[in-house]
């Protein structure tokens, strides 16, 4: 006896055979984790990773060093939700050093100085380690990507900046899924007056080059966080608008429609309850285009300089602070986060690809 599947059923096998769309699907999972455990997983747990040591600036990817830690008398009264989301406000002075002798009373260390440079001793007493062995605050440090311009750990930078990048597209989608819908659902169901005013604002802001409108709206609301989320959200409802209009349109014409008129059910619920779950498919592949167009945005404004501001770690911002080591002989510097913008945005098209043929009921 055959059982009959669930076209729900069905378009997750036909996503399963995807092996790229697959592959996609766990990298943005993976890169999710990384997101919200950031400052788990960063090995300089800072906020915004923002412990400097000019010292040791734009050394190259697995550079290892001598590292004093020095104490912090100050108490932290962060609880560990805090931590999570913001990062130690509260962190210990770390020191690059060359070499140390510990005597009785005093830690006498040479700090980190170029090869050609010589190194002046400092000394430290060892009553600042509170009767603690000052060996024990000294250990061997890999930046295992780096550091930048300011001696900040590159690794931990972009960790951290995983948050802004991802973060910002599931805020803009949001965003612009709420307006969308509801717009472009009036407009289709409706008619007449209606579309065509709705039609006529769309094809205004369709107009406006995307990249102009979101400059002027976040000028608008100021530069910052989450200034530029909402920015990038309230220019990405048009495509969503203009899909769910034609898919209304079309959609009203079904006799499951035509049913529910007959029954008397009202308009709202007609459009949420029964035109809109049959119409999703298109609007879930435009989110996942929307998702990687949110990233290339933000990392382009974060590159003009009014995305996310210092010390805020974001790829784009990074670009920006590195591409003219591209001709000193340290391009790592803005490759790495390009190929992260990159990877991410490449992840979220595939996989929208790999939705768009497994809710084909065509295939």
Not at 221 to 240: D, N, R
Not at 248 to 258: D, F, L, P, R
Not at 307 to 325: E, F, L, N, R, V
Request: charge should be positive.
């Amino acid at each position: 006896m055959k059982t009959t599947q669930s076209l729900a059923h069905i378009a997750l096998q036909k996503f399963k055979k995807n092996k790229p769309g697959v592959f996609s699907f766990w990298f943005i999972v993976i890169c999710g984790l990384i997101a919200v455990f950031a400052y788990v997983l960063a090995p300089d747990n800072s906020s915004n990773a923002n412990q400097m040591h000019l010292e040791i600036h734009s050394k190259k990817p697995g550079f290892n060093v001598l590292m004093l830690t020095l104490p912090n008398d100050k108490k932290g009264n962060q609880n560990v939700f805090e931590k999570l989301l913001y990062g130690k406000n509260k962190q210990q002075t770390q020191i690059p050093i060359l070499s140390y002798i510990i005597s009785e009373n005093h830690l006498t260390y040479q700090p980190y100085v170029e090869k050609k440079a010589t190194a002046v001793s400092k000394t430290i007493s060892l009553q600042k380690f509170k009767g603690e062995n000052a060996a024990n605050f000294i250990k061997n440090k890999t930046f295992y990507l780096g550091t930048d311009k300011y001696g900040r750990d590159l690794l931990s930078r972009m960790i951290i900046g995983t948050r802004i990048s991802f973060f910002i597209g599931f805020i803009a989608v949001f965003i612009s899924l709420v307006i969308g819908i509801s717009i472009g659902a009036i407009a289709g169901y409706f008619g007449g007056k209606i579309d065509t005013f709705i039609m006529w604002l769309i094809n205004i802001t369709w107009s406006i080059p995307t990249l102009l409108l979101v400059i002027a709206i976040t000028l608008a609301l100021g530069k910052g966080f989450w200034q530029v989320f909402i920015a990038v959200g309230l220019t990405m409802w048009v495509e969503v608008a203009r899909v769910v209009r034609g898919q209304i349109i079309s959609a009203k014409q079904q006799q499951y429609v035509e049913a529910a008129k007959a029954l008397g059910f009202s308009d709202y619920r007609i459009i949420f309850k029964h035109i809109l779950p049959n119409i999703m498919a298109p609007v879930i592949v435009i989110s996942a285009a929307n998702f990687a167009a949110a990233i290339l945005i933000e990392s382009g404004l974060s590159f003009l300089g009014i995305g996310a501001q210092p010390p805020t770690p974001s790829w784009g911002a990074m670009i920006k602070d590195h591409y003219s080591y591209i001709i000193l002989g340290k391009a790592y510097l803005a490759v790495i986060p390009g190929i992260a913008i990159m990877s991410l945005v490449m992840a979220f098209m595939l996989i929208g690809n790999a939705l768009r043929d497994a809710l084909d009921v065509k295939n």
